[in-house]
Nanobody, 123 residues
Framework: QVQLVESGGGLVQAGGSLRLSCAPSGLTFSLYAMGWLRQASGQEREFVPAISGCGGETYYEDYAKGRITISRDNAKNTVYLQMNSLKTEDTAVYYC????????????????WGQGTQVTVSS
């Protein structure tokens, strides 16, 4: 059974930083592209970044470039989302997702999802 478990969410002041982690189990981690997507209250789920199985390719949504970094450690079966200079509009539930194949920004192309972790940025 595949499980993705996110951690690291919480409450942070605007301008602060958070690092989210996601540790999948039940799959061969290095064969899966990993993505982070987020959903704010009342909004549609939106793409943040994604990374290829080997870590050599990354893709970011425009608003995330320069502030948010995705990385992975295949030896630890973990993908990370480092978020700096957080803004109130970054408040959302953040989900990690796994996709067999190349990274993709479309949520419907992901095969497995975590339960999400709440990130709240206060002003």
């Amino acid at each position: 059974q595949v499980q993705l478990v996110e951690s690291g969410g919480g409450l942070v002041q605007a301008g602060g930083s958070l690092r989210l982690s996601c540790a999948p189990s039940g799959l061969t981690f290095s064969l899966y592209a990993m993505g982070w997507l987020r959903q704010a209250s009342g909004q549609e789920r939106e793409f943040v970044p994604a990374i290829s199985g080997c870590g050599g390719e990354t893709y970011y949504e425009d608003y995330a470039k320069g502030r948010i970094t995705i990385s992975r450690d295949n030896a630890k079966n973990t993908v990370y989302l480092q978020m700096n200079s957080l803004k109130t509009e970054d408040t959302a539930v953040y989900y990690c997702a796994a996709r067999g194949g190349r990274p993709d920004r479309r949520s419907y192309n992901y095969d497995y999802w975590g339960q999400g972790t709440q990130v709240t940025v206060s002003s």
